[in-house]
């Protein structure tokens, strides 16, 4: 982005502060200001983590993410064969740990056998796949939010145990479940009316009714995202998270569009930045 229309951006978005702080406080997520004074701009989610900086969907990711102020955790789940869901975005093991397989095979005890953590860095040597419960207790105690991203449609009894797990931790108020699949959200609304679904999308965005649909919050890939589909958007009551963004320009040019929230890999540069442009 030129200088110019960097410095026009930013400029916006200080004018409409108060727009910003207005969708902070909408209903899709309770996540409050992230540490720190950066309530000027839109909150940082912080995609499987801090994944640029620790190994994705692992807990020293997580942890890394919360420490640097980020109170909104999006993370991926799957279900073991003796239905425990974890933490991990491949249909299989190869990528991100040192054994090889389908996670829907694996029982629990043969995943947290494998190596989730030297892929990445020898000092993450020894980390395992976390399951969805460990991760959710950790930022609990943060007060964190969930964004939880089903990468399966569950099965009936899979997700009962998921909500009643929600439910019986205290966080169902905190979790967005998402997905690519309308299946398995349609599921999860029929299951717990209540429970709060974003559907994603990579590509082609859709229309206001469509994902209405599906909830009031919407996750489209940051190429699909201009000011006047945010606008139509949040004119239907809908809650923007674009993914993923790495760039101060992008977050700049979304903040000032009015997104609730920028889904990131990089969320203590995101919060850096945050600081410097909300002193201003």
């Known amino acids: 982005m030129p200088a110019r229309r960097l410095v026009t951006c930013l400029a916006t978005l200080l004018v409409t502060t108060g727009v910003v702080l207005a969708l902070l406080a909408g209903p899709a997520l309770a996540a409050g200001p992230a540490a720190g004074s950066t309530a000027c701009v839109p909150p940082p989610v912080a995609h499987r983590g801090a994944s640029a900086g620790a190994p994705e969907n692992t807990r020293p990711a997580f942890a890394r993410a919360l420490a640097a102020g980020a109170r909104i955790l999006e993370m991926d789940v799957r279900f073991t064969a003796d239905g425990v869901p974890v933490v991990l975005h491949?249909?299989?093991?190869?990528?991100?740990?040192?054994?090889?397989?389908?996670?829907?095979?694996?029982?629990?005890?043969?995943?947290?056998?494998?190596?989730?953590?030297?892929?990445?860095?020898?000092?993450?040597?020894?980390?395992?796949?976390?399951?969805?419960?460990?991760?959710?207790?950790?930022?609990?105690?943060?007060?964190a939010s969930y964004l939880v991203e089903l990468k399966v449609v569950p099965t009936t009894e899979q997700l009962r145990r998921l909500l009643g797990r929600f439910n019986g931790l205290g966080v169902s108020d905190r979790v967005t479940v998402t997905s690519f699949h309308p299946e398995a959200l349609s599921a999860v609304r029929a299951a717990q009316p209540t429970m709060r679904t974003a559907l994603i999308d990579a590509s082609t965005p859709r229309p206001p009714d469509a994902v209405l649909a599906m909830g009031t919050s919407y996750l489209?890939?940051?190429g699909a995202v201009t000011s006047d589909a945010v606008a139509r958007w949040r004119g239907a009551g809908i809650s923007v998270y674009p993914w993923t963004v790495g760039r101060q320009a992008t977050w700049a040019r979304l903040a000032a569009d009015g997104v609730a929230a920028v889904i990131t890999n990089r969320p203590a540069p995101y919060l850096d930045w945050a600081r410097r442009v909300c002193a201003r």
């Open 90 to 143: 491949d249909a299989t093991v190869a990528r991100t740990t040192n054994g090889r397989g389908a996670v829907a095979t694996m029982s629990l005890a043969t995943l947290r056998r494998l190596d989730a953590g030297s892929w990445f860095s020898r000092a993450y040597r020894g980390t395992t796949v976390p399951t969805l419960w460990e991760v959710l207790g950790d930022g609990k105690r943060y007060h």
């Open 220 to 222: 489209p890939n940051v």
